[in-house]
């Protein structure tokens, strides 16, 4: 006997199944229009940073008080016996090109301005400021401190980039005045003692390691400038680099690679390669990365948060942040991952070496976003004009 | 049964329609997109490399996916900046993997660039983290009583060194590690590629 299959009789969906169906539609789409709100903000938000990385929004006088006036002052008057004025400086009444080149090359060697020399070490802004930075700031200080106006362009700016990346520091005022403007004035000659010479044994230690360990190039690079999380090491003060690697050896700062590179060290080496890397110049590779807040970052490396207890950074780590030998390192051009990697690795113990314990305080005052600020802000700044020359083929 | 035809087209359609949705859109989405700025193809010893990494099983425990700063804070750990669908064009299929057993390798050419220091720790990760529960690949390499020219002696710390004899990279090591340093996507990415952009808010940092 053939079973009765039940069926249902046609009954209407019950309204209220229907409003949640509708409500569930409706939610569906919602969230979809949102989530476009979304990638639109992202999209806005990236489009900022990269103009913020390029700087685009700084005029000359911005570019001025964050790039210049910690060392040649806000009025220009530079420091007597370091740093020469800007004021009235003949450099800057001489044709653009001058200041442009110097802002390209940098420059070691003594220097005359009015009556004073110097002899100090103007870094190179090549790999921080765009050509665009470099019109605007020559205008600006141009302008303000030597009441000349003839302009630059960007062009002017792109060409002489090529050529600056293989001649190096400008060695003194003479071969400034030789090579780009004779108005200058006799200038005071380049003494050859600054001359330094690589160590052999250093070079070979860092290129090809010693057998023991992996060569500190294949991972520091050949020109010391690091990558990610990998430091620069290039222009950091000797007696820090020889400091660092003991701390590695003791275990007051903790990181497995580096303990056991440490570890194959002799002491004598490790004041040789922190010898070598001194000297090295290289120009800066690394990059804001972190989406770190530049604005917040510089105020903070300048001025310090004093609502949080937190003295600015140059206050120790000198200005632009180049370091004071022999304790403090330089931080411009680091990676920020490797930054904010040490900031955090104070907080959390697994670097304890810092002399007098200054930094832990500092660090924990630090909060996440702060962080990433000040990380992404010393990336960039402009590499330490080391006391390296160039062409130095003696050693080898 | 009852409604038969109307039950399999529903089904049908509603199948359909997630195709539509999951596979077909984003397909024609992704398509048109162009290599990132900066990506390199791989070269013949790499993509060798990459069939080793895919062989050993190395994309159960790393994924190549860092995530955006608001997600994880995978840009301070050295991981590189959220990927973009553009960064994976030359990767058939991509190799994103789930699971995070261990870090994200997908710049791992950019924070850890030394071939050296790859061959030690694929020999024995122990070697240079002794809490590590990566597995060791000793098959990769072997121990000779003498390096002959061209072959690549890997460092090992004393109480790893074999008693006699050195331990030399085989061209399978060799390739992996040169696939693993060339995970390097530090370049930035194009303001407009395709990416996840998560609950983005305006003043929050990406």
Avoid at chain 2, 64 to 71: F, V
Avoid at chain 2, 82 to 109: E, I
Avoid at chain 2, 136 to 163: M, Q, S, T, W
Wanted: charged fraction near 20%.
């Amino acid at each position: 006997m053939e079973s009765f299959e039940p069926y249902e009789e046609f009954k209407p969906i019950p309204l209220p199944v229907l409003i949640i169906a509708v409500a569930l539609a409706l939610w569906g789409v919602f969230t979809l229009l949102d989530n476009g709100k979304a990638v639109t903000v992202g999209r806005a938000e990236r489009s900022d940073q990269i103009a913020d990385q390029h700087a685009n929004r700084q005029n000359g006088a911005e570019l001025f008080v964050s790039r210049c006036a910690t060392c040649h002052q806000p009025n220009g008057s530079g420091v007597e016996g370091a740093i020469p004025p800007l004021a009235s400086s003949p450099f800057l009444k001489a044709s653009p090109e001058v200041a442009m080149h110097i802002l390209l090359n940098g420059i070691d060697g003594p220097i005359r301005v009015g009556d004073a020399t110097f002899e100090g070490h103007m870094p190179s802004f090549a790999s921080v400021l765009s050509d665009a930075d470099i019109v605007r700031l020559v205008t600006h200080v141009r302008g303000t401190f030597a009441d000349r106006h003839d302009l630059l362009t960007e062009g002017d700016v792109a060409t002489a980039r090529l050529l600056a990346g293989r001649r190096g520091a400008w060695q003194g005022g003479q071969e400034i005045a030789a090579r780009l403007d004779a108005s200058l004035g006799p200038q005071p000659p380049m003494s050859s003692a600054t001359q330094a010479a690589i160590d052999p044994i250093a070079q070979k230690l860092v290129s090809q390691g010693n057998g023991q360990t992996w060569a500190c190039a294949s991972c520091h690079g050949m020109r010391g400038q690091g990558s990610a999380s990998v430091p620069r090491l290039a222009g950091l003060p000797a007696a820090y680099i020889a400091k660092q690697l003991g701390d590695y050896v003791t275990g007051k700062r903790r990181n497995e690679t580096m303990q056991l590179v440490a570890r194959t060290l002799k002491p004598q080496d490790m004041r040789r390669i922190g010898d070598y890397y001194s000297v090295m110049r290289a120009p800066s590779n690394a990059r804001a990365s972190l989406g770190g807040d530049l604005v917040r970052g510089e105020r903070l490396v300048l001025d310090g948060d004093w609502a949080r207890g937190l003295p600015s950074c140059v206050s120790c780590h000198g200005p632009s942040t180049f370091g004071v030998a022999p304790s403090f390192p330089a931080l411009s051009a680091q990676h920020p991952e490797y930054t904010a990697a040490q900031l955090t690795a104070w907080v959390s113990g697994t670097r304890d070496n810092s002399t007098g314990r200054l930094m832990n305080g500092i660090a924990a005052r630090l909060n996440d976003a702060d962080r990433r600020a000040v990380a992404d802000y010393l990336a960039t700044l402009p590499p330490v004009p080391a006391p390296a020359t160039r062409g130095r083929t003696n050693g080898k | 049964m009852n409604r038969m035809v109307p039950l399999a087209i529903l089904a049908l359609a509603i199948l359909a329609f997630a195709t539509l949705m999951l596979v077909i859109a984003p397909a024609i989405q992704i398509r048109s997109e162009a290599p990132t700025p900066g990506l390199k193809p791989y070269t013949a010893q790499q993509l060798r490399g990459r069939t080793q990494y895919v062989a050993q099983g190395c994309i159960y425990c790393h994924s190549q996916q860092p995530r955006s700063i608001d997600q994880a804070p995978d840009a301070e750990r050295g991981w590189g900046r959220a990927s973009v669908a553009s960064d994976y064009a030359y990767d058939r299929p991509h190799l994103l993997g789930t699971m995070r057993t261990g870090p994200d390798l997908f710049n791992v050419g950019a924070r850890l660039p030394s071939r050296g220091w790859h061959l030690t720790h694929l020999y024995q990760p122990r070697a240079i983290f002794g809490w590590s529960i990566m597995p060791a690949y000793p098959y990769l390499f072997e121990r000779k009583e003498h390096a002959e020219p061209g072959d690549v002696v890997i460092i090992l710390p004393a109480d790893r060194a074999p008693k006699k004899g050195v331990i030399v990279a085989k061209r399978e090591a060799l390739d992996l590690v040169a696939y693993l340093q060339s995970l390097d996507h530090t370049f930035p990415a194009p303001t407009r590629a395709v990416r996840d952009d998560g609950y983005a808010e305006k003043g929050e940092p990406r």
